[in-house]
């Protein structure tokens, strides 16, 4: 059994302005609506690697769309548990670029000041639903590929290495993957 999950493609509003934070707050918010840019295509190698898998994807639009350009056709199924971590939106009086408001965001996150946003607990028990789906999923499909996003990828398959899967190949950045493997031979699902 197979798991690769794929970071999306570049988003068309991947640009890193300096900005307020209302400005990061409507970044985050164009963000999550984006689609990809028409510039930033799958490789080859991973589009016929992933040829033929069940396709699973987050629920916003750059994964999606990103399921469409790389498998050829719309997500098998779609979860919103699969989002990318909440990024919590700060009211502080600074006026830096998208990037610093990240790492600023994901660091509070990571400490646990994640004000209206989803914390960093609840954010771990969507990733570990999430797994439970995939896993239920692998005993009818053999290889399955999730369109999602960077931190929740690495979640994901930290939670799934928890669980005995093993990491065959990795790579980052957009389109970059996390091929995982359960060797574990199994025709039906336990009871």
Partial sequence: MKITLVRHGKPKASV????SAVGFANWVRAYNRSLVISSSKPSEEL?????????????????????ELCAGKSPDLILRELREMDIPRLKLPFFISVDHWLILSRICWFLG????????????????SAVDLLV?????NSHITVFGHGLT???????LKRRGWRIQQKSKGFWGTIEL???????????
Avoid: M, W
Wanted: hydrophobic share 25%.
């Fill in 47 to 67: 589009c016929k690697r992933i040829n033929g898998s069940y396709t699973v994807s987050s629920d916003l639009n750059r994964a999606r769309h990103s399921t």
């Fill in 113 to 128: 000041i994640s004000g209206k946003s989803e914390s960093f607990k609840v954010g771990r028990q969507r990733i570990i």
């Fill in 153 to 159: 990828n690495r979640f994901v398959a930290k939670e």
């Fill in 136 to 140: 239920e999923q692998t005993y009818k």
């Fill in 181 to 191: 493997v359960n060797i574990t031979i199994r025709t039906n699902k336990p009871e």
């Fill in 16 to 19: 890193n302005p300096k900005v």
